[in-house]
């Protein structure tokens, strides 16, 4: 089977299979058989993952549907299925015929815009439905849908700078990790590792918080000022930045470190490497480290740490590089 031989039937058939498997592998009982046999499937054709990875988008977008009601009639058991396989139906069924994603949009359910983007080796910048423009750094991953009350960006992962479209009566949100942002118009830059997220405001206002699931739109942010948070805070912590700040370097190629502890530094370093540096204990943490590179280098940066730090490099089961102190010696007599 060749891609430029393939008739409508067998374009249906993928796209049918390619439900069928995203249902599969997102319910719980999943076997590890039927997942051998979705990565068989999947390396079959290129078409395969093609459709594979739009069907996850749809099923992302259909998350967000409100969940049914069950029905079922008392003499005839209906059968068992997760409210995502109904959202993932309902979804569908909303993005391929117009009255229903008219319906869908009308009560907030359903987008009528949905984009993604992602940046691998090199920065990018895109431009979103609404006119909003986005810079993405490297290994970056976000979406973007528009709902009929907010404009709805999500980052999966990296780092993203903003320029929003100014739209006070539509508002703009990105979610990052367990956290929100929420704005009208303006300019940031938000970074993100692990649960780790990092909000930077250049122009304008910004609410943030650092649980969508609390009460309330957050703390607001004033230009030059920072929001941190990580999972489980109650609420972010927010600082002043100042004119030398460099946590928009990255926009210029550049990552620079201003003499910070190890176990601060990492996670800028970790988010731009295939394999993340561990910390051997927490005193390895404290040795600090100070300089600019290239964002496209960092994977050279680890084996060069032991000529600029009292350190020795091992490596972990999993094969992650990890940092330790060298030996002190004795105080001479």
Same mark, same amino acid.
Request: charged content about 20%.
């Given at each position: 089977?060749?891609?430029?031989?393939? *008739?409508?039937?067998?374009?249906? #058939?993928?796209?049918?299979?390619?439900?069928?498997?995203? !249902?599969?592998?997102?319910?719980?009982?999943?076997?590890?058989?039927?997942?051998?046999?979705?990565?068989?499937?999947?390396?079959?054709?290129?078409?395969?993952?093609?459709?594979?990875?739009?069907?996850?988008?749809?099923?992302?977008?259909?998350?967000?549907?409100?969940?049914?009601?069950?029905?079922?009639?008392?003499?005839?058991?209906?059968?068992?299925?997760?409210?995502?396989?109904?959202? !993932?139906?309902?979804? &569908?069924?909303?993005?391929?015929?117009?009255? #229903?994603?008219?319906?869908?949009?009308?009560?907030?359910?359903?987008?009528?815009?949905?984009?993604?983007?992602?940046?691998?080796?090199?920065?990018?910048?895109?431009?979103?439905?609404? @006119? *909003?423009?986005?810079?993405?750094?490297?290994?970056?991953?976000?979406?973007?849908?528009?709902?009929?009350?907010?404009?709805?960006?999500?980052?999966?992962?990296?780092?993203?700078?903003?320029?929003?479209?100014?739209?006070?009566?539509? =508002?703009?949100?990105?979610?990052?990790?367990? @956290?929100?942002?929420?704005?009208?118009?303006?300019?940031?830059? &938000?970074?993100?590792?692990?649960?780790?997220?990092?909000?930077?405001?250049?122009?304008? *206002?910004?609410? &943030?918080?650092?649980?969508?699931?609390?009460?309330?739109?957050?703390?607001?942010?004033?230009?030059? !000022?920072?929001?941190?948070?990580?999972?489980?805070?109650?609420?972010?912590?927010?600082?002043?930045?100042?004119?030398?700040?460099?946590?928009?370097?990255?926009?210029?190629?550049?990552?620079?470190?201003?003499?910070?502890?190890? *176990?601060?530094?990492?996670?800028?370093?970790?988010?731009?490497?295939?394999?993340?540096?561990?910390?051997?204990?927490?005193?390895?943490?404290?040795?600090?480290? @100070?300089?600019?590179?290239?964002?496209? /280098?960092?994977?050279?940066?680890?084996?060069?740490?032991?000529?600029?730090?009292?350190?020795?490099?091992?490596?972990?089961?999993? @094969?992650?590089? &990890?940092?330790?102190?060298?030996?002190? /010696?004795? =105080?001479?007599?």
């Amino acid at each position: 089977m060749t891609q430029d031989t393939l *008739s409508e039937a067998e374009y249906d #058939a993928i796209t049918d299979a390619a439900a069928h498997w995203c !249902m599969r592998l997102h319910a719980v009982d999943c076997t590890a058989e039927e997942r051998r046999a979705f990565e068989q499937w999947r390396d079959a054709h290129p078409l395969h993952a093609f459709e594979y990875e739009a069907m996850l988008e749809i099923w992302e977008v259909a998350e967000h549907l409100p969940r049914p009601e069950p029905v079922a009639s008392p003499a005839t058991p209906a059968p068992t299925r997760t409210w995502r396989q109904y959202a !993932m139906a309902a979804g &569908v069924c909303a993005l391929a015929l117009p009255i #229903a994603a008219l319906t869908g949009w009308n009560l907030g359910w359903l987008p009528n815009s949905y984009q993604h983007f992602a940046a691998t080796d090199n920065v990018r910048q895109v431009r979103l439905a609404d @006119g *909003s423009q986005v810079e993405l750094n490297l290994n970056t991953e976000l979406t973007y849908s528009n709902y009929k009350h907010e404009r709805r960006v999500t980052l999966k992962k990296g780092e993203a700078f903003f320029e929003v479209s100014h739209d006070a009566q539509h =508002p703009f949100v990105v979610r990052a990790a367990e @956290g929100r942002i929420r704005v009208t118009g303006t300019r940031f830059n &938000v970074w993100m590792y692990e649960d780790q997220v990092r909000v930077n405001l250049i122009e304008g *206002s910004v609410l &943030v918080t650092s649980n969508a699931a609390l009460p309330g739109d957050g703390l607001r942010l004033g230009p030059a !000022m920072q929001a941190r948070f990580r999972h489980g805070d109650y609420m972010p912590q927010l600082s002043q930045t100042y004119a030398n700040d460099t946590a928009l370097a990255w926009r210029d190629g550049k990552l620079v470190l201003n003499d910070l502890p190890l *176990s601060e530094a990492l996670p800028l370093i970790n988010r731009y490497l295939d394999k993340p540096v561990m910390l051997a204990d927490a005193s390895t943490g404290a040795i600090r480290i @100070g300089g600019i590179y290239n964002i496209k /280098q960092l994977n050279n940066l680890v084996g060069t740490l032991p000529k600029v730090l009292p350190v020795y490099l091992t490596r972990n089961n999993e @094969g992650d590089p &990890v940092i330790n102190p060298l030996p002190q /010696q004795p =105080p001479k007599s």
